[in-house]
């Protein structure tokens, strides 16, 4: 009885960890807004145009927005800044609300070669996990959609 109590408290303490680990891998992607799809739509991609981002695609159909941005980043070891890719799908909810789910990618642009004769590279790092960058979206298209 103990050896079966011992199992399921280890079995249980095992999932939880795995469930906390998976969590804080996984950014909060996905967010609802008490606003229709349409006006999210359009506001999301004013915001963006506003604050400079590049807008790549767009889809009103579908709910599909696609922007980036280049960060400059002064580094010593040959990187020269970051561009991040962002995926916006913007669904209805069958309540009138809006549904959003948020990817964002990162490629770092690196510099080899010499002063004289530099040569750049592009190396995609995939999709970021750091939540405090999804946080920042969130927080500059968040007050407008309520």
Known sequence: M??????SLISLLFILFCSHAASAQNPERTKTFQISADSAYTKVVQTLHESG?????????SGFIQTSIYLKNKSLFGREGDKRIL????SPLPDGRAKI????FLIERHRGGSNDSPN?????KG???DDKIYQQMWDKISPLLH
């Open 120 to 124: 750049y590279y592009e190396e995609d």
């Open 87 to 90: 995926n916006f799908l913007i």
């Open 127 to 129: 999709i970021i996990q």
């Open 2 to 7: 103990v050896k079966k109590t011992h199992i």
């Open 101 to 104: 789910v948020l990817n964002i």
């Open 53 to 61: 981002y590049y807008i790549a695609q767009l889809d009103r159909p």
